[in-house]
């Protein structure tokens, strides 16, 4: 037989959460709670109890507190991690003879056969787990054996009683007179991010575009102009497509054609020429110190800016030169370039993860994530990650974020299941996800509820996009307006992370390259767009209210994922967010069908309202400000897609008092 | 952030079967197979190859054979285990180049644009790969890249299609050109039982009730004498309850009552007399050469022993005497008795496992089992093991095991769910079931899918009784025969082990202590009873014939867990069982209705039966000797519970013969 540690007399088995056995953390944000649940048990009828038991990394000492059972032997308990950085958690039991032998007691109080014998045995008890105890608590124990021992007959029922009061719980459950406590296999962890972790609100736009002069393209200083716009519009975070000179060769003209016209800039995404590589700023957008100066502008605006990390090059990059050995290469000695049969992307290298200079190349790429994070960056949106090595992720991110803990990086991710979340396992604290392919109801459902159970929701954050410059799906095509306002509040509220690529969005911009395809004609991408950001039938109102309403209500930022609540209509979606403790909750019901009102009842899940059964409660519309009073379970809605697609709904209990005031726009 | 062992370039997570991430072995017999599943990818498009490797233990070589793709980066594969002891296996992943590059040129021949120096490069694969190769597999590989260059290009086509050939597979799925390969993180452990542990048919009895003369008690003698009869019924395992010395203190009388009349035998669990405990033989019944004269018999006739562990002590046991700290002792000195409030059972007293005294006491009561061992006992039938403490249990079992492999235990357990399955994780090898009280088609249906799956199903083997001394369910207190058959039938069939409590069970006995009770009347745990083996009522032709059914039937004696079939009637239950190649299918259908006959249509699942969609096959009834022709699916089945209230159906598909004549009785 292999040689294993045995088991101890208690069994602590099937402890969640647990990911990976406990080698990959879960994931919190400052100020959570990790709730923690294990089944517990010893042999026989034995008096259990059972612990929680933390420890930020660093620190020395473990502190506990007491789980509490759900019967069948499964516990609850729960702990704070207060502060960004690693915990780890484990579970205890032990057997506690005391709360053994007032079992037994009970039993026999029900079977009318107690002896003072039996008060006897359990004051022995008390007095034998007092001599492990100091101070008080040992006090306590003894001067209750003392008052549970009976003088004579008549005296019985009052030392029963006395024995039966479980006020020495607190001391048994906490203190630790404990013997053969047994634990979980493994200490299990936590990684707690920094607080801009737990929520967010992106826009993303190409720097170049940002020109008020329709003659040339935008810089850094256009851009610190516009950035007074996305704050008012209530976004946390500015992400911009790669901002480094671009590549000449191949380059790709307006619309993805070739060749290109002598004046085309090219795509961002080709990075590197000979102004340099994924450390330099391209010319025409300005210098370092014009992207300092955008830096601080953002944070004067309590705005981050996110860069894009896109680890390929254009055959103009440095390193094409410097390390053609970081490429691969044919048997022609030419460099393969990128390719998607039948397409070749010869205007871009793929980098070589597995050459033999890798020591060398995973250095040069941390260094690119360094020098960012030296001039203040602290998000990064990765393109591609899939089609890179998981052990380059895991050792550049762990190194880069311990460093720097609040560095984050966001997966820009569409593959295979298997890898989206294995991303997120080996360290992408955030994910873009299939949202904007998920667009019927059982669709959202059915998707929302794997991102938010298992392994799956307790490592992977999800970061919602309705659009990006790769992504104008099908439904927007039409350019309804009531498109663009029913998928901006599910992005916004399905998750705490969210984004839109503008102003293409809020200016409703539909048109495809080709009718059903999923690429912009006239991309930004390509070429430099002008936008008129005043135009009448900007959306930016009802951007800003949504995101006034996310800053408002703490539930969209919690780490809680959506609950969806029946609604029988299929073209009328419902879901709810809260907090831990329900101070705040909101139910979001959304129209799907952008021509037509539709109607339906609602079957809410009332429990998870923090409703009482058949109880009256109000919600209050917080993007038409309405009022609606209702009852129980079955409620009606209505959706006008002229007006709001949606409403979202803060359930306002009986006697309470909403955490903010009804945002009606 | 805790410094981990990082991720590799191959992901290989949620390997299947794993039990408490590896700790705990899964159960296998020699001669089975080890199915294994994982989820196998690395990142991008690369061509992914997995292999289990398996290593008997204590063997310096690991052997690996090939994994197949299912689709959605999940794997299978499978290794033998044929001899008893214990292996471990682990499953590992790498990237292969050359299915990489096949992959991409097969888009690229699907979009016709495939290049002379596309096969330059495969081939420059092939040579690469085999530079890591020896001997012939190195020399195909350079053959192949040789042949796969296109001289011309008039010759493209052809060697595009040698290079889509997959010949080169065979070698590089199994000899080890791999590079960066990445393992499941834990080596996972099977321990593979003696042959014994696959199946077994069990007879209890109590040896004192096996007297030819009703004057005087039953001997070992008059046991010998018994065993042609258990032997000839088929059965391969005589359980004997204790033999011991029996108390007198408190000794009760007949149906439990106090005090006991003076001639009364008393309880074979009150173990321990003036004339010795555990290792001492009662002596009414014999010696220890009496005993050895019945194991030889019993050898003789083909059948094992199996000995009562019931580690609890009469008053008068000579342990009470010599070590009294072995016990626990109430404030006044007077040692605690079992207690089941109200009752109080003071002619046994329970061991204290958690004395101070524990290092010798443990040892006392390895040495009981040594002692029996030593005789050639290799089964041990644990009374209440769930009362005693986990880690006695696997110290015990490991160090019984680690010297006599093919030493057994069957937990005789009736408690929670996690207790009893947590038994089979510290080392029982066997377990008692509730099989007992599941009547219902519902309740066995749902009862038999939890014990045969997920972790359960990998190490808890359940052995299923009917009746035992302690247990008269209530459905057979009407004494109607066809229940008696009907139970003996699902126990037969639904697990791999299963007793009967004789010769009570094939005399129908069943009269209870009182209405509704599930003592038996005039119980064997109380008095001698004198039974007439040659009732004309008698069951034994028919338990005969069910044994030898299981003995030609190697579906019955699989460790594969039965899968039910539909049939549109609630009275009637169907399942099967197989062997792994099907060579061997039997479908079990059961009327549990014992008043009526009961008819209905079948919804078979074929595909577990082995029979293509739509064919005709047979089914022989091993038990009438009938033969019925079916088609598809559904099929007609009616049972009578005056005749047979079950249908053994053996399958035979169409141009198959079967393995065993039809058992026709």
Redesign the interface.
Known sequence: ??P????????V?DVWPVV??G?V?IQRVPGDTVEVFA?V????SNGVRASVRWQR?GRREWERLPMEPLG??RWRGEFPVPDPG?Y?YEVEGWVDPYLSWRS?LD??V????VTP?DL??GA?ILRSLATRLRGPAAEKLRARAAAMRPAAGAELAQAVQLARDPAPDAILATAPPRV?VGRS??AL?V?VGPPHAQHSAWYELFPRSTSPDPTRPGTFRDLRARLAYIADLGFDVVYLPPIHPIGRSHRRGPNNTLPAPPNAPGSPWAIGAAEGGHTAIHPELGDIEEFRATLSEAKRLGLMVALDLAFQCSPDHPWVREHPNWFHH???GSIRPA?N??KKYDDIYPIDF?TDDAPALWKALKEVVDFWVAEGVRWFRVDNP??????FW??LI?EV??EHPDVLFLAEAFT?P??MY?LA??GFTHSYTYFAWRTSKPELEEYFRELSSGTVGETFRPHLWPNTPDILTVQFQSGQRSVFLHRLVLAATLASHYGIYGPAYELLEHAPLEPGHEEYRDSEKFEVRHWVLDDPKSLAPQVRQVNRIRKEHPALRSGRRPVFHSIDNGALIAFSRRTADRSDVLLVVVNLDPGSVQSGWTALDLRELGVPDGALFEVHDLLSGEVYRWHGARNFVRLDPARWPAHILQVVRPGSVPSAPPGAG
């Open positions: 037989m292999v294993v540690p045995g088991p101890s007399r208690i069994a088995e990976d056995d080698r953390p089944t048990f010893a042999e026989g990394l069948n032997d690693e780890r037994l039993r026999r029900a079977a009318g056969s014998l006897e045995e022995e053969g296999a493994a962890r990684s044919l048997p022609d390719e049969p039948p597995s899939h089609t890179k090595p998981f052990d895991h050792w762990a974020r311990r295979r298997t890898v294995h396992k080996v």
